[in-house]
């Protein structure tokens, strides 16, 4: 009778997530002080994907967005999460794929973690609401990508498969939209 491992790839994926998650928490709790500072840090990380890619799409005037300013966003958008994919892409053809997801797993804890906290210390108990907002339904698209990369890491397979790669741009693609033009309808309420 074959042993199961106690500790699957899936589990150290989430228990990396979750260790993340509390991470970032953690770092936002010490840094309350520079938080709650009329331009401090919750100006600029309230909407992760949207205060990192254009630095003054914060989450406050990302729901106001004009036409052109949601196809500049949308650009840089674009650019940033294939960006990020490429980065997946080649961590996964390496020795160390398996590990490199559960670090990357890690960071994207602490960033949700980070975003998640600031959310709140900015807005109270609408934080929560306006975090998973903000999240949706671009997220969608990119979980199935990020977990399909991640599997075939951890099974030693390799990701560069053209199918793959044609379904992983194509999720990333309409990811993208939806967090450019989508989320900021979204938003508005």
Not at 54 to 66: D, I, M, N, V
Not at 152 to 169: I, K, N, T
Request: charged content about 10%; overall charge positive.
């Amino acid at each position: 009778m074959r042993r199961r491992p106690v500790l699957t790839y899936p589990m150290v994926l989430c228990c990396c997530f979750f260790c993340g998650l509390a991470a970032g928490t953690v770092f936002v709790n010490c840094l309350e002080g520079a938080l709650t500072a009329p331009d401090g840090l919750a100006q600029y990380a309230a909407g992760y994907g949207m205060a990192r890619t254009a630095g003054r799409f914060s989450l406050w005037g990302y729901a106001e967005l004009t036409a052109k300013q949601s196809r500049r966003l949308w650009m840089l958008t674009v650019r940033q999460r294939l960006s990020e994919l490429a980065l997946m892409v080649l961590v996964g053809q390496t020795p160390l794929a398996a590990g490199g997801f559960a670090a990357l797993a890690f960071l994207a804890g602490c960033v949700f973690g980070l975003t998640l906290s600031v959310l709140t210390v900015a807005r109270g108990v609408w934080g929560l609401p306006v975090f998973l907002v903000s999240l949706l339904p671009q997220w969608l698209c990119y979980v199935p990508v990020w977990l399909s990369l991640a599997e075939h890491a951890g099974e030693g397979q390799s990701v560069l498969r053209p199918r793959h790669w044609v379904f992983s741009a194509m999720l990333v693609a309409v990811g993208t939209f939806l967090e450019a033009y989508v989320n900021p309808f979204l938003l508005r309420f």
